[in-house]
């Protein structure tokens, strides 16, 4: 978690929301990204998004169910059905995400019982520090916009 929160840091500073995501397959990093919407325009440069991607082509395969996905963040619903599809085992998050969380927030979409497959969630993991860094940015960013 500690690098995906580097991660989320880089984004920071580009400009993007702090969110950053590893991917670990075998004890190892095969994967990471933060988000690049702004940079890519693109409303799914999420850093979940990116760092599966780049895990399955690392492994040269789309069944992920034998990696764990460690974001800053609680997934989106769009990102937990991009984790749910490429059917990985786990999900470890930072901070909780109030307004679009789905992995227990506002919804469980990730360990909803009638889909084909559920993931392990473990939440809160550096969970303050992950939240910090996104209160910043937002701060930042509301103060930036005020006249």
Known sequence: MRQALQLAQAAFVAGEIPVGAVVV??????????NEKEMRQDAT???ELLALQRATLFLNRWRLEDVTIYST????????GAMINAR???????????KAGAAG??????????????IE???GVLGEECTQL???FFSR?????AP
């Open 121 to 123: 969630v473990i939440p």
């Open 73 to 80: 963040l609680e997934p989106c619903s769009m990102c937990a």
């Open 25 to 34: 397959w075998q004890g190892e990093v095969i994967a990471q990204a933060h």
């Open 88 to 98: 990985i085992k786990r999900l470890v998050y930072g901070s909780r995400d109030q």
């Open 141 to 145: 960013l509301r103060n930036d916009r």
């Open 134 to 136: 996104l209160r910043l």
């Open 45 to 47: 440069a999420h850093a």
């Open 105 to 118: 927030s506002v919804i469980d979409l990730v360990r909803y019982p009638g889909l084909n497959h559920q």
